[in-house]
């Protein structure tokens, strides 16, 4: 069995580029990953993976992620094994997606001092949840009617 799961953020945003003959969608990015344990000085180690998408989900990962988002990638480890000009085998490990989530809003990106933000981008919604007159805490209004028949 060959799945893997990752959530890390992106070091920058999706390339998108189209396989010749067939028009497919492929978006190519890295994820970066902290290691879940700290050394002795503090610091994290962190792993940077290659991620490859195809189809749909590669023209979400253009149009909708961008650079230090957070992502859930599902999907399975390719190995791809090539020769240099020069006669050396090489091989390219790499995580084909084949579904991805963002996992944070485009609000958190400006909080985010390492992340640069994009000009011209829209104002994010920012619900209020502050108490209204006559509703409880979870949001309901009591009714006080005599005709409820329970």
Do not use: W
Request: aromatic share 8%.
């Amino acid at each position: 069995m060959n799945n893997v799961v990752l959530i890390g953020r992106l070091t920058k945003d999706p390339e998108l580029r189209y396989i010749p003959n067939t028009g497919t969608p492929v978006a190519t990015f890295t994820l970066a990953i902290d290691r879940d344990y700290t050394k002795k000085d503090g610091s994290k180690d962190t792993d940077f993976i290659p991620i490859e998408v195809m189809g749909k989900s590669a023209e979400f990962c253009a149009n909708y992620i961008s650079k230090g988002r957070l992502v859930a990638i599902q999907g399975s480890i390719r190995v791809d094994r090539y020769q240099t000009q020069s006669g050396e085998n090489r091989t390219f490990t790499k995580v084909s997606a084949r579904n991805v989530q963002a996992l944070d809003s485009n609000r958190s990106k400006s909080e985010n001092p390492y992340v640069e933000s994009h000009p011209g981008s829209q104002p994010s919604f920012e619900p209020s949840f502050e108490p209204n007159q006559g509703l409880d805490p979870n949001g309901f209004q009591a009714i006080d009617d005599d005709d409820i028949p329970f």
